[in-house]
């Protein structure tokens, strides 16, 4: 069975995560990191997790799970290292058509969480399915080392001038030619870089002779 690939919008959502461990930590981590509203379930917390209750960056309920945690949630984490209470979590999530992902356990998981390599906007992510996450690692590493460092900023100005060209002009096929053709030129911020002139001459050109 195939995944579907997604980038998911967590700001502001409801996500639990039971447990406060090392492993709960991580993915605490990329939770928060998503803006997402958390709430961690567990009787103890790692120092880290205990910090950011005070701070008021998360929600820690200090007890044992408990079924009436679940609902409300987005999506729910279980990484408590007794089998049976993550086994019970995702069966209280699933029965709420919840997304659950019981950590280091693919029968148990509605998802996954991929290896990623950031770039500012730019986020490729690789999964294994649960096969193998040291695979998946392997080829983070791999592409992040085959990745230019300043790809993100690069992003960041395409994004800008995408947007330009769009407001400015009508949508039409020369309009997308160009937005790819500009895609594989070098791009800064500056008002007289030489790919923001030429867009500008370009769409100006390509959408006026369109319309014709």
């Given at each position: 069975m195939s995944l579907f690939p997604a980038f998911l919008k967590l700001s502001g959502r409801a996500c639990l995560v039971i447990g406060?461990?090392?492993?709960?930590?991580?993915?605490?981590?990329?939770?928060?990191r998503a803006g997402a509203d958390v709430h961690v379930v567990s009787p103890k917390a790692l120092p880290e997790i205990e910090e950011l209750a005070r701070e008021g960056a998360l929600r820690w309920t200090?007890?044992?799970?408990?079924?009436?945690?679940?609902?409300?949630?987005?999506?729910?984490?279980?990484?408590?290292d007794n089998v049976e209470v993550n086994h019970c979590v995702y069966r209280d999530a699933a029965s709420r058509g919840i997304l659950c992902n019981v950590v280091d356990d693919p029968p148990y998981c509605d998802f996954y969480?991929?290896?990623?390599?950031?770039?500012?906007?730019l986020q490729i992510?690789?999964?294994t399915e649960g096969e193998s996450p040291a695979v998946a690692q392997r080829m983070r590493r791999e592409l992040?080392?085959?990745?230019?460092?300043d790809l993100g900023p690069w992003v960041q100005e395409m994004g800008r001038l995408r947007r330009e060209v769009r407001t400015e002009h009508p949508p039409c096929e020369n309009r997308t030619r160009l937005l790819h053709t500009l895609a594989q030129r070098p791009l800064c911020e500056l008002e007289h870089c030489p790919t923001r002139q030429f867009a500008r001459k370009a769409n100006d050109v390509a959408c006026s002779a369109s319309a014709v």
């Open positions: 406060a461990g090392q492993v709960a930590l991580s993915k605490v981590d990329s939770l928060m200090r007890r044992k799970y408990e079924v009436g945690d679940v609902p409300g949630s987005f999506l729910v984490i279980a990484a408590t969480f991929p290896s990623v390599v950031e770039r500012g906007p992510a690789v999964s992040d080392a085959a990745l230019p460092p």
